[in-house]
């Protein structure tokens, strides 16, 4: 299962984190976000060494406008607290294994 990130949290669970971090930017009344949702549950089981999770853009605001989230979903890759994928809209999940893949450590 997929991990809740929130503006509260955001700092030690992603910025901080010694493995990458890939985060799904959604909303609950977003269509495209509930369509993708299995498969970042599924990439967020099948990856222990990577976390995977997601964050609300309706509750982080604040994180969501820092990285100029302007369409979602739209899915981060953090290595090392910086951002260094970034992909939109539905992306197979085949696409966002390779881009796990290319930064794991």
Same mark, same amino acid.
């Given at each position: 299962?997929?991990?809740? @990130?929130?503006? #509260? /949290? @955001?700092?030690?669970?992603?910025? %901080?984190?010694? /493995?990458?971090?890939?985060? #799904?930017?959604w909303?609950?009344?977003?269509?495209?976000?509930? %369509?993708i949702?299995?498969?970042?549950d599924?990439?967020?089981?099948?990856?222990?060494?990577? *976390?995977?999770?997601? &964050? /609300?853009? #309706? #509750?982080? %605001?604040?994180?969501?406008?820092?990285?100029?989230?302007?369409?979602?979903?739209?899915?981060?890759? @953090?290595?090392?607290?910086?951002?260094?994928?970034?992909?939109?809209?539905?992306?197979? *999940?085949? *696409? &966002? %294994?390779?881009?796990? /893949?290319?930064?794991?450590?």
């Open positions: 299962m997929a991990t809740e @990130f929130t503006a #509260d /949290n @955001f700092e030690t669970e992603v910025l %901080q984190s010694d /493995n990458p971090v890939v985060v #799904d930017f909303a609950p009344w977003c269509g495209p976000c509930r %369509q949702a299995p498969i970042i599924e990439l967020a089981s099948e990856n222990s060494d990577v *976390k995977v999770g997601k &964050l /609300n853009v #309706d #509750d982080g %605001q604040s994180i969501a406008m820092k990285y100029g989230i302007a369409n979602i979903p739209t899915i981060l890759v @953090f290595k090392g607290g910086e951002e260094v994928e970034r992909v939109q809209g539905i992306v197979p *999940k085949s *696409k &966002l %294994q390779e881009l796990i /893949n290319a930064h794991k450590v």
